[in-house]
């Protein structure tokens, strides 16, 4: 069974591999036991259901909570050729009898249903006649009032479910809390069911937060070398909204607002505007997001402060669904902290204890100085063990620890004492730094004590020193004209009673992308960008004249995957990622003749995609023969890893076996794997160099231990491959 499930999901999806828990849902779900199924955002869960509905013979209900993401469901479906349908209010009387009739025909492996349709009479009576296999219901958490979008209609599916004995029960949620976990399981008299919890680590969402100080600039910086992605924007209010819509629609963005204040027509024809890219980025309140579905959001940027860590983590979540690297950018102060406080002190006992454990799950996050994982990971249960994920700010710090800064902290400090509180952050600078500005001259502030005093630094590190000690509360930037005012815990700092420690941010590069690769693979790296705006292009005409979202047609890491590859027939076509039979059929050739006459055009040829799904069907070549040629042919470590289901250990194994046997690593993909820092990697070349790279332990005890075997294996491949 598990290998009709194989198939279809490589002929008609067009995907190799399935993702972490899919198989061992689908293989639960085609046996009928109730499964329950918890998976992040992006995790893939509708393939759970999606493909066993295609190899049912009776019908798969799905119920879901919104229209939006039915509809979106529906149109994805139809794209891969797959019968799908929905009964709810947004249809026509003449379509929704249209749809009824097909339902009853069995016309149809999958119908979508709202709560409130499935409950009315005629609807039981409509499913009382066919045979139905599977009973969905996404979204799962909707049944529990511990959750945070309780639906009372979805209390009364335990009764409805009685219906259909014979259809097997499987309930999805992305909601993670143990509490609702278990409503759901009770609540559904999921008595011997099984339940599936993957990993809630996004690991293509880079975490980063930055200091608030500027917050247009830094939003304007941080587009910049963002043009033409998707992302959204949120703000803490309507106001906010509305102003920075503003200033960003100045600057030439195609933007869009959402919130509970605009029209519901407005709301949807900007939701909308974004699900076509006819906009690149919404900014919203937390209105916006539930019923998104759009897999190719590649930044969500918080200009304010979320409510808890639950909610940012929903909202980080829409990014990156596609698996390619997305962007995620907090801008932290002081004074939104105390913004959320002042909400809560409104609260009632027991709200208001329940608000402050989150604010301060929340300010650990914020605040830590080690892996943002770690607390992340945290809260939802989760240990997260790497001590180093390599998408994080703090990751990316590099070794640097903490440092002591209370001597600059005293400099700065006293300086803004000397002005009398009366400049903002570059005039406290220039003074440091011994400026002879005219301004500096008139004012007399070149005969301070505090006068050139800090020639040490640059402008760039006093003006996060300076970010560091707003967002500690030694000082506040007056909103209005941006002169610096000292707090009461300042003075502990000039008494020298209290020390300031922490880390200048570096991690600047990273996040415009320019200093480090962007992530592991090779593909997302080096596809060709001018061929892939070709394609976007193409995808934009196409889907434009049939109404529906681009990423419909195809996701971007379709588009990147052709612009890497270069195919130019059909059969090189069925292998890139997300081209199944049906598309191929439908898009194939307008794609193959733009790829083809790019190709010709810049003199380039086709790149073989190694391994083609067929073999690998029906291949009985060596695992680690397959695994060395995926591998060289740009797919990362951890990549192969998680496709395989295996450890990065097996993959280096099998890699290890594979060099041994006379075959070339390319060195590239093995760098990016280390999580070393690059000292630390140079060191680690020089003990190879020293003691030979074949045996571990000399090089281990060389590095008095500092670096662990599970590094060096990747290092030592890295030198064999490099040494050739
Ligand atoms: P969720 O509902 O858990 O948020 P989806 O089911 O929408 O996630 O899947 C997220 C994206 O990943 C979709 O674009 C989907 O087509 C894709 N996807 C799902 N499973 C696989 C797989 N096994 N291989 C490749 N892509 C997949
Ligand atoms: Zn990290």
Redesign the pocket.
């Known amino acids: 069974m598990s290998q009709s499930a194989r198939k279809v ?1 490589q002929e008609t ?1 067009g ?5 972490p828990l ?1 198989e061992e849902v689908i293989r639960k779900v085609l046996n009928k036991n109730d499964t329950l199924v918890i ?9 759970c259901y999606q493909i066993p509905a295609l190899l049912f013979d009776g019908l798969t209900i799905v119920i879901s909570p919104l229209i939006s993401l039915m509809k979106d469901q529906v149109e ?1 479906l139809h794209e891969f050729n797959i019968p799908a349908l929905f009964l709810n209010s947004s249809l026509t009387p003449e379509e929704y009898e249209e749809n009824v009739r097909k339902v009853r025909n069995g016309e149809t492996n999958l119908l979508y249903l709202a709560p409130e349709t499935l409950l009315m009479p005629r609807t039981r009576n409509l499913l009382a006649q066919v045979k139905i296999d599977c009973f969905t219901i ?1 979204e799962a958490h909707c049944i529990s009032e511990w959750g945070h979008d309780f639906r009372p209609e979805y209390r009364q599916l335990a009764e409805v479910r009685k219906d259909f004995p014979d259809a097997v029960c499987l309930a ?1 949620t ?1 909601t993670a809390t143990p509490r609702v976990r278990e409503d759901i399981r009770q609540i559904l008299e999921m008595k011997d069911s099984q339940t599936f919890v993957a990993s809630f680590d996004r690991k293509n969402l880079f975490l980063k937060i930055a200091d608030k100080d500027d917050p247009v600039e830094q939003v304007l910086d941080f587009l910049y070398t963002r043009k033409n992605q998707s992302g959204i924007i949120y703000c803490f209010s309507r106001r906010q909204v509305d102003e920075l819509y503003l200033d960003l629609k100045d600057e030439g963005y195609a933007v869009k607002p959402y919130h509970a204040g605009l029209s519901e027509r407005e709301r949807t024809r900007n939701q909308e505007a974004f699900i076509r890219d006819d906009a690149d980025i919404i900014v919203a309140t937390i209105a916006f997001g539930m019923g998104i ?1 759009k ?1 190719d959001v590649r930044f969500v940027l918080h200009h304010d402060m979320p409510q808890n860590i639950e909610s940012y983590y929903q909202q980080i979540g829409r990014a990156g ?3 390619l690297r997305a962007d995620c950018l907090l801008l932290f102060s002081h004074s939104d902290t105390q913004k959320i406080n002042y909400f809560i002190n409104q609260k009632e006992e027991p709200e208001k204890s329940v608000a402050k454990k989150h604010l301060d799950n929340l300010l650990d996050y914020l605040e830590t100085t080690e892996c943002r994982r770690v607390p992340l990971m945290a809260y939802f249960g989760e240990t997260y063990k790497k001590d180093n994920c390599g998408m994080c700010d703090n990751c990316l710090a590099l070794d640097s620890e903490k440092e002591d800064l209370t001597e600059q902290a005293q400099k700065f400090l006293s300086c803004v004492v000397r002005i009398e509180e009366r400049y903002g952050i570059n005039y406290v600078t220039d003074v440091l730094r011994g400026s002879h500005q005219k301004k500096i001259l008139e004012n007399g502030h070149t005969e301070l004590s505090t006068h050139g005093i800090g020639k040490e630094w640059n402008r760039d590190q006093w003006t996060q020193l300076s970010r560091l000690l707003i967002r500690k509360g030694y000082m506040k930037k007056d909103p209005k004209y941006g002169s610096l005012k000292l707090q009461a815990e300042a003075k502990e700092v000039l008494k020298g009673t209290q020390r300031v420690e922490g880390i200048l941010d570096r991690t600047q590069a990273a996040i415009d992308g320019k200093a480090v690769e962007r992530t592991s693979s090779e593909v997302e790296n080096r596809y060709d960008e001018s061929l892939f705006e070709r394609l976007r292009k193409k995808r934009k005409e196409i889907a434009d004249e049939q109404g529906i979202p681009p ?1 419909v047609i195809f ?1 971007d ?1 379709t588009l990147m995957e052709m612009s890497y590859y270069y195919p130019q027939d059909s059969e090189s076509l069925l292998q890139i ?2 081209v199944g039979s049906a598309k191929e059929k439908k898009y194939g050739r307008e794609f193959l003749d733009l790829i083809r006459k790019y190709a010709d055009e810049k003199g380039i040829k086709e790149r073989s995609k190694d391994i083609e799904k067929k073999k690998i069907r029906h291949s009985d070549k060596k695992k680690h023969h397959r695994v060395g040629e995926e591998y060289n042919s740009g797919k990362s470590i951890e990549h192969l890893a998680e496709q395989n289901g295996v450890k990065v250990a097996t993959i280096l194994a099998n890699l290890k076996k594979y060099y041994d046997e006379g075959f070339d690593l390319s060195p590239e993909g093995l760098l990016a794997a280390s999580t070393l820092s690059e000292r630390k990697k140079d060191e680690v070349i020089k003990a190879m160099k020293k003691n030979g790279p074949e045996l571990l332990k000399p090089i281990y005890e060389d590095l008095n231990k500092s670096v662990d075997y599970s590094e060096l294996r990747v290092m030592q491949l890295y030198y064999l491959a490099n040494n050739k």
């Not at 992040?40 to 393939?47: C, D, E, N, Q, V």
């Open positions: 999901l999806f995907y190799e591999n399935f993702r899919q998976m992040p955002t992006g995790g893939g869960k509708s393939l994805q996404d999805l992305a579905n897999p669904r596609d698996g990423y996701p890491t990622y997300g």
